[in-house]
């Protein structure tokens, strides 16, 4: 009795070992990853790749280095790449999310396919990449419905720039209502500690484009409400109509006012100027943050506020 005892407690020590290492493992490529150290994070990873051969742990490993590939390609993008280049580098991120997928289906790995595929078809060009749409829906359905992770905002910041960017009925699936709804709930699932001002950029862009007076948004969102209280098929499509969750006197965070008490232009000059104003004390700054600050500011200036 006390040699079995002594083999589980063995057995539990190595197993909590085991977790632990690999947590620190992880973190450390998240904190490359997120303190703009791309090629380190890059090498990093693809080293700790060569000491494992669990699935679950490549899988982990394999999605991380499929995201700081598209950091690598969004830098690229920056510094002038051609379009070949940066294919072949989104192409290289989708492969690693592939494989990702390939080891353990974890929800991460098919949220930086898609996000792959998506800088993918804005490289390409929205008409040219209309083939890529359907899959890149695909993945987002499996991560929202089958396994239920509702929670993930990357997931809907790219779901709500897909239904942004893709021409509507009949050539393909876009529309700005969708897309302001999963915007919406991207910004909603920003966790406390990220900045993220790019969710907030898009929010905007999104709203000063649909361009509702303040009644035609009370008719417009008293009309989403309805459709998001309706039973649907899945979560995907239910929160299409998140704008309409809390009804028209909902007031947002940022706003001192009801959704119905201002028009979609008043809404979008709120957003950019709370995350402003956030960006502003935060403590720490990415390249992209520095771009995506400099684009509000320059919004702010071209309509006028």
Known sequence: MVK??????????????????????????????WSDRYEEGKSYIEGELKKTTNPTERSELLWRLSRVTLGIGDEMKVQ?????????????????????????PLAWAYVYRASNIGRWGETKGPL????????????????IDTLGVLDNDTAWYVLSQLYFQLPGWPISFGDIDTAISYSRKAIDSIPQERLLPGHFKSLAKML????????????KIQSIEKEWKKSHKSSLDKYGYYEGANGVNAVPFYSPVALNKMSDRQEAQMVLAYAIAKYEVWPFHSRSDKRNYADM???MQEWGF
């Open 4 to 33: 079995k005892s002594f083999l589980v407690l063995i057995v539990l020590l190595f197993t909590f070992t085991t977790l632990f290492a690999n947590s620190a493992v992880y973190k450390q490529a998240d904190d490359l990853f």
């Open 80 to 104: 002038g790449a051609s379009k070949d280049e940066l294919f072949a580098i989104f192409e290289e991120g989708e492969a690693q999310a592939n494989e990702a997928i390939k080891s353990a």
């Open 128 to 143: 040219n990449s209309l083939a890529k749409a359907k899959g890149m829906r695909d993945d987002f359905a499996y991560v």
């Open 208 to 219: 000063w484009k649909r361009d509702l007076s303040a009644s035609k948004r009370q008719s």
């Open 297 to 299: 500011k320059a919004l």
